[in-house]
């Protein structure tokens, strides 16, 4: 199983960025994934996930500014975001979680105020 997460950048206060993670080696219809971002010297926090039915859920914090969606005919799950704050910075990590979890390499969010 294999997640290559791109789509990052640096952007201001206010922008908008779509990160995309593409699976490859799983049957990627059938499972959950989720989008987790990890600030320095902070936890990894889960953002965002969607599930085989594509019910989704966020973090209280981009409720409102996040939207998941995946694709399954791309194999492919999206992380749409407006109106960034300087908070988002990040590593954003995609996981697909089968017999175990599998992370993806991480594509870093710079939010400037």
Same mark, same amino acid.
């Given at each position: 199983?294999? $997640?290559?997460?791109? !789509?990052?950048? $640096?952007?201001?206060?206010?922008? +908008?960025?779509? $990160?995309?993670?593409?699976?490859?080696?799983?049957?990627?219809? $059938?499972?959950?994934?989720? @989008?987790?971002?990890? /600030?320095?010297?902070?936890?990894? &926090?889960?953002? /965002?996930?969607?599930?085989?039915? +594509? +019910?989704?859920?966020? /973090? =209280?914090?981009?409720? !409102? %500014?996040?939207?998941? +969606? %995946?694709?399954?005919? %791309?194999?492919?799950?999206?992380? &749409?975001?407006? !109106?960034?704050?300087? &908070? =988002?910075?990040?590593?954003?990590?995609?996981?697909?979680?089968?017999?175990?979890?599998? @992370?993806?390499?991480?594509?870093?969010?710079?939010?400037?105020?």
């Amino acid at each position: 199983v294999q $997640l290559q997460a791109s !789509g990052g950048g $640096l952007v201001q206060a206010g922008g +908008s960025l779509r $990160l995309s993670c593409a699976a490859s080696g799983v049957a990627f219809r $059938l499972y959950y994934i989720g @989008w987790y971002r990890q /600030a320095p010297g902070k936890q990894r &926090e889960l953002v /965002a996930g969607i599930s085989s039915g +594509s +019910s989704t859920n966020y /973090a =209280d914090s981009v409720k !409102g %500014r996040f939207t998941i +969606s %995946r694709d399954n005919a %791309r194999n492919t799950v999206y992380l &749409e975001m407006n !109106g960034l704050k300087p &908070e =988002d910075t990040a590593v954003y990590y995609c996981k697909i979680t089968t017999f175990r979890d599998f @992370w993806g390499q991480g594509t870093q969010v710079t939010v400037s105020s």
